[in-house]
Protein backbone atom coordinates (compact mmCIF):
# COMPACT_ATOMS: atom_id res chain seq x y z
CA UNK A 1 0.00 0.00 0.00
CA UNK A 2 1.53 3.57 -0.96
CA UNK A 3 2.06 5.82 2.05
CA UNK A 4 1.53 9.88 0.86
CA UNK A 5 4.51 11.90 1.89
CA UNK A 6 2.29 14.33 4.33
CA UNK A 7 1.28 10.51 6.21
CA UNK A 8 4.69 9.75 6.53
CA UNK A 9 5.63 13.10 7.93
CA UNK A 10 2.48 13.33 10.37
CA UNK A 11 3.75 10.28 11.48
CA UNK A 12 6.21 11.48 14.18
CA UNK A 13 7.01 14.71 15.79
CA UNK A 14 9.03 17.20 14.65
CA UNK A 15 12.08 18.47 16.29
CA UNK A 16 10.54 21.86 16.57
CA UNK A 17 7.18 19.71 18.40
CA UNK A 18 9.37 18.22 20.53
CA UNK A 19 11.48 21.44 21.90
CA UNK A 20 7.84 23.35 22.25
CA UNK A 21 6.80 20.49 24.64
CA UNK A 22 9.96 20.48 26.44
CA UNK A 23 9.39 24.23 26.90
CA UNK A 24 5.67 24.15 28.08
CA UNK A 25 6.90 21.22 30.24
CA UNK A 26 9.62 23.06 31.70
CA UNK A 27 7.29 26.17 32.48
CA UNK A 28 4.96 24.67 34.10
CA UNK A 29 7.43 22.69 36.25
CA UNK A 30 8.84 25.86 37.26
CA UNK A 31 5.41 27.37 38.04
CA UNK A 32 4.58 24.28 40.28
CA UNK A 33 7.78 24.93 41.84
CA UNK A 34 7.27 28.27 42.75
CA UNK A 35 3.50 27.64 43.77
CA UNK A 36 4.88 25.11 46.05
CA UNK A 37 7.59 27.09 47.66
CA UNK A 38 4.91 30.33 48.11
CA UNK A 39 2.69 27.49 50.02
CA UNK A 40 5.79 26.22 52.09
CA UNK A 41 6.20 30.07 53.27
CA UNK A 42 3.28 30.79 53.83
CA UNK A 43 2.87 27.31 56.18
CA UNK A 44 5.62 27.94 57.64
CA UNK A 45 5.07 31.49 58.95
CA UNK A 46 1.50 30.20 60.40
CA UNK A 47 3.42 28.03 62.43
CA UNK A 48 5.74 30.92 64.00
CA UNK A 49 2.23 32.86 64.24
CA UNK A 50 0.40 30.16 65.92
CA UNK A 51 3.14 29.55 68.08
CA UNK A 52 3.65 33.57 69.08
CA UNK A 53 -0.11 33.50 69.81
CA UNK A 54 -0.32 30.64 72.15
CA UNK A 55 3.00 31.17 73.89
CA UNK A 56 1.30 34.82 74.61
CA UNK A 57 -1.44 33.18 76.08
CA UNK A 58 0.48 31.33 78.65
CA UNK A 59 2.50 34.54 79.57
CA UNK A 60 -0.70 36.45 80.47
CA UNK A 61 -2.61 33.33 82.62
CA UNK A 62 0.96 33.50 84.09
CA UNK A 63 0.67 37.07 84.53
CA UNK A 64 -3.62 37.00 85.28
CA UNK A 65 -1.88 33.77 88.54
CA UNK A 66 0.79 36.11 90.05
CA UNK A 67 0.18 39.74 88.69
CA UNK A 68 3.58 39.69 86.63
CA UNK A 69 5.23 38.30 83.24
CA UNK A 70 7.69 35.64 84.22
CA UNK A 71 11.32 36.00 83.10
CA UNK A 72 11.41 32.60 81.18
CA UNK A 73 9.03 30.87 78.79
CA UNK A 74 6.45 28.73 80.39
CA UNK A 75 7.20 25.09 80.66
CA UNK A 76 4.26 24.38 78.38
CA UNK A 77 5.38 26.53 75.65
CA UNK A 78 6.37 24.04 72.74
CA UNK A 79 7.72 25.10 70.08
CA UNK A 80 6.63 23.35 67.07
CA UNK A 81 9.63 21.65 64.60
CA UNK A 82 12.08 23.69 63.76
CA UNK A 83 10.72 26.91 65.27
CA UNK A 84 12.82 28.69 68.16
CA UNK A 85 11.29 30.43 70.49
CA UNK A 86 13.45 33.44 72.16
CA UNK A 87 11.75 35.52 75.47
CA UNK A 88 13.55 39.04 75.17
CA UNK A 89 14.09 40.29 78.04
CA UNK A 90 12.06 43.99 78.70
CA UNK A 91 14.37 46.57 80.01
CA UNK A 92 12.91 48.89 82.31
CA UNK A 93 13.33 52.31 79.89
CA UNK A 94 12.98 55.93 80.79
CA UNK A 95 11.03 57.69 83.58
CA UNK A 96 10.70 61.32 84.47
CA UNK A 97 11.77 63.03 81.26
CA UNK A 98 10.96 66.52 81.01
CA UNK A 99 8.18 67.22 77.81
CA UNK A 100 10.85 67.86 75.24
CA UNK A 101 12.42 64.14 76.43
CA UNK A 102 9.27 62.88 76.34
CA UNK A 103 9.26 64.34 72.43
CA UNK A 104 12.31 63.08 72.00
CA UNK A 105 11.03 59.68 72.70
CA UNK A 106 8.46 59.65 71.07
CA UNK A 107 10.28 61.21 67.96
CA UNK A 108 12.71 58.26 68.15
CA UNK A 109 10.80 55.16 68.74
CA UNK A 110 8.94 56.47 65.25
CA UNK A 111 11.66 56.58 63.33
CA UNK A 112 12.95 52.75 64.74
CA UNK A 113 10.07 51.55 64.17
CA UNK A 114 10.12 52.57 60.28
CA UNK A 115 13.97 51.63 60.24
CA UNK A 116 13.09 48.13 60.85
CA UNK A 117 10.25 47.68 58.81
CA UNK A 118 7.18 49.05 60.10
CA UNK A 119 5.02 50.94 57.38
CA UNK A 120 5.56 48.37 54.77
CA UNK A 121 2.91 46.47 52.89
CA UNK A 122 2.80 44.35 49.99
CA UNK A 123 0.11 44.97 47.15
CA UNK A 124 -1.45 42.32 44.94
CA UNK A 125 0.97 42.26 42.61
CA UNK A 126 4.02 41.11 45.20
CA UNK A 127 5.63 44.59 45.33
CA UNK A 128 6.71 46.59 48.54
CA UNK A 129 5.00 49.75 49.13
CA UNK A 130 6.78 52.16 51.19
CA UNK A 131 3.33 53.79 53.05
CA UNK A 132 5.57 55.31 56.18
CA UNK A 133 8.75 56.89 55.55
CA UNK A 134 9.87 58.65 58.49
CA UNK A 135 9.27 60.57 61.74
CA UNK A 136 10.71 64.41 61.52
CA UNK A 137 10.04 67.29 64.24
CA UNK A 138 10.41 71.02 63.02
CA UNK A 139 9.01 72.70 65.51
CA UNK A 140 7.96 72.43 68.55
CA UNK A 141 4.65 72.15 68.51
CA UNK A 142 4.26 69.48 66.17
CA UNK A 143 5.24 66.16 64.64
CA UNK A 144 5.11 65.26 61.34
CA UNK A 145 5.17 61.47 60.07
CA UNK A 146 5.98 61.37 56.27
CA UNK A 147 4.68 58.90 53.69
CA UNK A 148 1.60 58.45 51.51
CA UNK A 149 -0.32 60.02 53.92
CA UNK A 150 1.79 62.67 55.87
CA UNK A 151 0.05 64.41 58.47
CA UNK A 152 1.55 66.85 61.29
CA UNK A 153 0.43 65.34 64.68
CA UNK A 154 -0.02 68.50 66.91
CA UNK A 155 1.01 68.31 70.57
CA UNK A 156 -1.02 67.44 72.54
CA UNK A 157 -0.39 64.14 71.08
CA UNK A 158 -2.80 61.03 73.06
CA UNK A 159 -2.37 57.50 73.23
CA UNK A 160 -4.94 57.24 70.25
CA UNK A 161 -4.48 60.74 68.13
CA UNK A 162 -2.36 58.76 65.38
CA UNK A 163 -4.31 55.82 65.27
CA UNK A 164 -7.71 57.60 65.01
CA UNK A 165 -6.38 60.07 62.23
CA UNK A 166 -5.12 57.31 59.97
CA UNK A 167 -8.39 55.41 60.49
CA UNK A 168 -10.37 58.34 59.34
CA UNK A 169 -8.15 60.13 56.94
CA UNK A 170 -6.55 56.49 55.12
CA UNK A 171 -8.80 54.50 52.54
CA UNK A 172 -9.20 50.93 51.77
CA UNK A 173 -8.07 49.98 48.25
CA UNK A 174 -8.06 46.69 46.41
CA UNK A 175 -5.27 46.87 44.73
CA UNK A 176 -3.56 47.45 47.69
CA UNK A 177 -5.99 45.16 50.83
CA UNK A 178 -3.26 45.75 53.67
CA UNK A 179 -2.70 49.68 53.19
CA UNK A 180 -5.02 50.71 55.80
CA UNK A 181 -4.32 48.08 58.10
CA UNK A 182 -0.57 48.47 57.87
CA UNK A 183 -1.57 52.33 58.99
CA UNK A 184 -3.38 51.24 62.05
CA UNK A 185 -0.88 48.39 62.78
CA UNK A 186 1.99 51.13 62.84
CA UNK A 187 0.01 54.11 64.91
CA UNK A 188 -1.03 50.62 67.87
CA UNK A 189 3.07 49.87 67.89
CA UNK A 190 3.94 53.52 68.21
CA UNK A 191 1.80 53.89 71.09
CA UNK A 192 2.42 50.60 72.70
CA UNK A 193 6.12 50.57 72.36
CA UNK A 194 6.51 54.50 73.35
CA UNK A 195 4.81 53.79 76.65
CA UNK A 196 6.50 50.78 77.42
CA UNK A 197 10.10 52.70 77.00
CA UNK A 198 8.87 55.11 79.65
CA UNK A 199 7.12 57.65 77.39
CA UNK A 200 3.54 59.03 78.85
CA UNK A 201 1.10 60.30 76.99
CA UNK A 202 0.08 63.03 76.45
CA UNK A 203 3.16 64.15 74.38
CA UNK A 204 2.87 67.83 75.08
CA UNK A 205 6.10 69.58 73.30
CA UNK A 206 8.77 68.65 70.68
CA UNK A 207 11.69 70.99 70.31
CA UNK A 208 12.70 73.89 67.38
CA UNK A 209 15.06 72.27 64.72
CA UNK A 210 16.11 75.80 64.43
CA UNK A 211 17.40 76.67 68.03
CA UNK A 212 20.22 77.36 69.32
CA UNK A 213 21.26 79.14 72.87
CA UNK A 214 20.42 82.76 71.90
CA UNK A 215 17.40 82.45 69.53
CA UNK A 216 14.68 81.82 72.20
CA UNK A 217 13.80 78.57 70.45
CA UNK A 218 12.98 75.33 72.00
CA UNK A 219 16.59 73.48 72.27
CA UNK A 220 16.24 69.82 71.91
CA UNK A 221 17.02 67.59 75.05
CA UNK A 222 18.86 64.64 74.94
CA UNK A 223 17.61 60.96 76.88
CA UNK A 224 18.80 60.31 80.00
CA UNK A 225 20.61 56.53 80.63
CA UNK A 226 18.20 54.24 80.51
CA UNK A 227 17.22 52.14 83.53
CA UNK A 228 19.12 48.87 83.07
CA UNK A 229 16.57 47.03 85.46
CA UNK A 230 14.57 44.20 83.79
CA UNK A 231 10.43 44.87 83.89
CA UNK A 232 7.98 42.77 84.89
CA UNK A 233 4.99 43.95 83.38
CA UNK A 234 5.88 43.53 79.62
CA UNK A 235 7.55 41.15 77.72
CA UNK A 236 8.47 40.22 74.07
CA UNK A 237 8.97 36.65 72.84
CA UNK A 238 10.55 36.45 69.17
CA UNK A 239 10.02 33.32 66.88
CA UNK A 240 12.15 32.23 63.81
CA UNK A 241 12.09 28.82 61.66
CA UNK A 242 14.75 27.10 60.59
CA UNK A 243 13.84 27.24 56.98
CA UNK A 244 12.98 30.77 56.99
CA UNK A 245 16.27 32.69 56.64
CA UNK A 246 16.26 36.47 57.75
CA UNK A 247 12.33 36.12 58.83
CA UNK A 248 11.91 36.65 61.97
CA UNK A 249 8.05 37.69 64.01
CA UNK A 250 7.31 38.49 67.97
CA UNK A 251 4.68 39.25 70.26
CA UNK A 252 4.12 41.24 72.87
CA UNK A 253 1.68 41.50 75.38
CA UNK A 254 -1.53 43.13 73.21
CA UNK A 255 -0.67 38.97 72.20
CA UNK A 256 -1.14 39.97 68.35
CA UNK A 257 1.93 38.60 66.86
CA UNK A 258 3.82 41.05 64.41
CA UNK A 259 6.37 40.34 61.47
CA UNK A 260 9.95 41.69 62.52
CA UNK A 261 11.91 41.39 65.66
CA UNK A 262 11.32 43.17 68.94
Known sequence: MNIS???????????????????VIAILAAITIVTFSGVQTRVRVATL???????????AATHADTGAYPGVLPPDAQPSKDVRLELITTQGGYSNLSPVQ????????CQ????EGYGRGVNNGGGTEHYITGCHVYNRGWMQINGWSAHNFTAPISSSSVYDWYNANVATEAWRPNKKQIFLDFATELSQRFSASGGT????????????????GQLREELPAPS??????TFCIE???????NTTWHVKENGKPTTGAC
Open 228 to 233: TETSDT
Open 239 to 245: ATHAALE
Open 49 to 59: QNDLAATSRLM
Open 201 to 216: FPVASFWDSWANSTNG
Open 112 to 115: SLIN
Open 5 to 23: RWARKKAGFTIVELLIVIV
Open 102 to 109: NGVLFQAV
